[in-house]
């Protein structure tokens, strides 16, 4: 029932005792040490979004479906679809390379505000500030790197009033080795996501290499050997009760839990219906072309899963806002803090701006907001402006004449990647309708005195029509051809670079950006970075009783707390585990989100569940928790207090969609695929049992809760 995602580092001094009372039977050394072996060892992230875990000596590793839906997909044919029929490799050899994936895994983790605060004073401007810290932050992450050896960075935290650098070793061969059938690993799809209860077998399989010395590679080797981690999970079949001890230990991406009142305001009123609107308008167009045709289903698929995500995220965000009135708590405690500061002459001297500064800084960043909105999600949410932003670097080189040719070259070489990855997944007539409606609502939205100078050609030669000019660019561009754009830059010119419509059309939307939108909000953004770091620096100094969790940043952190169910609503009541009998309850042959493959339909209805059952005789399918994550905490290993596996993370609950902007205890609920369902799908469903014998599988008896 606790808020908070910690740092692993102070997980001793401030959560051990804690967790020891709800059932933790580890040393905070058994979960954190840099000198021996302990669970933070059995994590990582994964590509920089999700989370996953070790569970053999091998290198073995598992995640979200959702996480390695991507992998999956990049693998699949109309003709061998591994993204819907699912997989499992039957030999090393089978398992699949994927250039570009790769995962870190944490060597340490240090404070050193001190380092990177050294010389900064109050009287400094931001922008001065800014640069010194910033390069504090490079020089501490460089030296840490000892040449190469590591990836490191230096992460601000609580508002930039601390620092801590991260250490990490980066495996660039990540194998794909395995997961269930998409209508196992997505059952549910977007009707079912983000709401519980849940059916979804949400689970992945990679395997991690390394070289015969067990070194990271950068990328995938011929040569390379599994990976020997320096720890794994066992893997419990013991299952959960209610009140069961739970931790997980993973990758939050991003919480704004100290986002002032004006900026909850701005996100509920403008941001998020922006994104609502334009979001639907993207994936009914991508819809009725994928269901056109299966070739454009597979390519869209992934593009399609990630957009519609958040789409359903900020729907239900803004509509959790509303309910529970989240802008108006936080003015509530904006005031009392007002109150507080005002009290005392030392604190107004201290913070006595800050908030008067974060509600001026808003109200002038308002003005642009939508602009910034739209830049993302309607120009650039097209495929074509996306691309064509690809050929920024290289056109700065063309267009400077001292430019050296190896630089060229190598930005030509850059390119060859991204090209082969784009023309892979793209729909020409897909993208055309898409660019035409996009960038359409984005002329009609957005404040005409920010419109970027492109406009003012399709206003006089196409009467503000922009599926006219949609028509001309798409009949125009070389970008839209794979053939061409290799012949490009084969030979790359900048002739032919200024002169294509949609480079020339994605470079007035982005030079209109960088001068004349982004310098205004930049204007407000530096008082609102010292306002911000004021007031939380407030904050913590007035409750000094309670100890604030910092805000998710892509860094590790652990979460605790049980097996809970909830009251989601007057008179409704959820339970904390859902079984196969709602799989059965679910299927739907008719709707593709609810389909049940043929082979998991008789093996449910014959009730061959193996050693899987639980005490009941039912194959529990997920459980809830009351741990605290955000996304990229996908995939992260849930914990008992044995330190053993006992799910893995993929969800969070609608009724507490405004979880990263403010956390309700009462609600906030961690949706996890049980691992007896996800070794069921495989050794069962998926007739891969020598996979589940990689692993260690122990029953010590009841979770200790
Ligand atoms: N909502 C989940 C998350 O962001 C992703 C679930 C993926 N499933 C889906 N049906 N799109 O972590």
């Not at 500030?129 to 590591?150: M, S």
């Not at 590679?217 to 209610?242: A, C, F, I, R, W």
């Not at 120009?379 to 001292?402: C, Q």
């Not at 609950?653 to 369902?677: F, H, Q, S």
Request: hydrophobic residues 35%; glycine residues 8%.
């Amino acid at each position: 029932a606790d808020e908070g995602m910690w740092l692993p580092l102070y997980v001793k001094r401030l959560n051990h005792a804690d967790m020891q009372k709800k059932g933790l039977k580890l040393t905070a050394e058994e979960i954190y040490d840099v000198n021996n072996a302990s669970l933070k060892d059995a994590i990582v992230q994964l590509g920089g979004f999700c989370t996953g875990e070790f569970v053999s000596s091998r290198g073995l590793m598992l995640s979200n479906h959702h996480c390695g839906y991507d992998a999956l997909q990049s693998h699949s044919t109309p003709e061998k679809n591994i993204l819907q029929d699912g997989f499992f490799a039957a030999t090393p050899a089978d398992e699949k390379t994927n250039p570009g994936l790769f995962v870190d895994i944490l060597v340490r983790m240090e404070d050193v505000g001190a380092k990177v605060l050294e010389g900064v004073t109050p009287q400094m401007s931001e922008q001065e500030r800014t640069a010194l810290v910033q390069k504090h932050q490079k020089e501490i992450a460089d030296a840490a790197k000892e040449n190469g050896q590591y990836v490191a960075y230096v992460r601000d935290f609580f508002a930039g009033n601390e620092y801590y650098l991260f250490v990490y070793q980066r495996f660039g061969d990540v194998r794909l080795v395995g997961a269930p059938p998409e209508a196992v690993g997505k059952f549910g799809g977007d009707t079912d996501n983000w709401m519980w209860p849940r059916h979804t077998g949400d689970f992945s399989m990679f395997r991690v290499y390394a070289s015969k010395d067990n070194k990271p590679t950068t990328g995938p080797m011929t040569d390379n050997v599994p990976y020997q981690p320096k720890k794994h999970l066992s893997v419990s079949l013991q299952g959960v009760s209610e009140g069961d001890f739970a931790m997980v230990f993973g990758f939050p991406g991003r919480t704004q839990r100290f986002l002032p009142a004006a900026g909850l305001q701005l996100t509920l009123d403008q941001s998020n219906p922006a994104r609502v609107k334009l979001r639907d308008k993207r994936l009914k167009l991508w819809k009725e072309d994928m269901d056109q045709s299966p070739d454009i289903r597979l390519k869209y698929a992934s593009k399609y899963a990630g957009i519609a995500n958040y789409w359903k995220y900020y729907l239900g965000q803004n509509e959790g806002m509303k309910r529970l009135k989240t802008v108006e708590a936080k003015q509530t405690e904006e005031a009392a803090l007002a109150q507080w500061i005002a009290a005392d002459p030392a604190r107004t001297q201290l913070y006595g701006a800050a908030l008067n500064d974060i509600n001026q800084s808003y109200t002038g960043l308002r003005e642009y907001n939508l602009t910034s909105v739209y830049l993302n999600e309607a120009a650039f949410g097209n495929e074509l402006t996306a691309f064509a932003a690809r050929m920024l670097p290289l056109y700065t080189l063309l267009k400077d004449p001292k430019a050296d040719p190896a630089a060229v070259k190598k930005a030509t070489a850059d390119l060859k990647e991204p090209v082969e990855e784009f023309f892979k997944d793209y729909n020409v007539a897909t993208d055309k309708k898409v660019y035409a409606a996009l960038m359409q609502m984005y002329y009609t939205d957005v404040p005409k005195a920010q419109h970027p100078e492109i406009f003012r050609t399709v206003e006089k030669q196409y009467g503000g029509s922009l599926k006219k000019y949609a028509d001309y660019v798409f009949a125009n561009s070389f970008l839209t051809s794979k053939a061409k754009v290799e012949a490009f830059l084969a030979k790359p010119t900048l002739a032919q670079l200024e002169k294509d419509p949609a480079f020339a059309t994605m470079n007035s939307v982005y030079t209109n950006y960088t001068q004349n939108i982004l310098p205004k909000q930049q204007a407000f953004q530096a008082p609102l970075g010292r306002a911000n770091r004021a007031y939380v620096a407030a904050l913590r100094a007035k409750n000094t009783d309670k100890v604030y969790s910092p805000d998710a940043n892509s860094t590790l952190r652990l979460s605790y707390g049980t097996v809970r169910p909830y009251n989601g609503r007057d008179a409704i009541q959820y339970d904390y585990k859902t079984t196969a009998q709602g799989i059965l309850e679910k299927e739907d042959a008719t709707n593709p989100e609810f389909a049940v493959p043929v082979k998991e339909l008789a093996l449910l209805k014959a009730k061959d569940y193996g050693r899987f059952a639980d005490k009941n005789g039912q194959l529990p399918v997920a459980f809830i928790t009351d741990n605290d994550i955000t996304g990229g905490n996908s995939g992260s290993p849930v914990i008992n207090g044995r330190g053993e596996l006992i799910g893995i993370a993929f969800d969070g609950n609608w009724e507490a969609m405004t979880g990263d902007l403010a956390y309700d205890p009462n609600l906030k609920r961690c949706i996890n695929v049980d691992i007896r369902y996800v070794l069921w799908c495989i050794e069962k469903l998926g007739g891969a049992k020598s996979l589940v014998d990689e692993m260690t599988i122990v029953n010590n008896g009841p979770n200790p809760g």
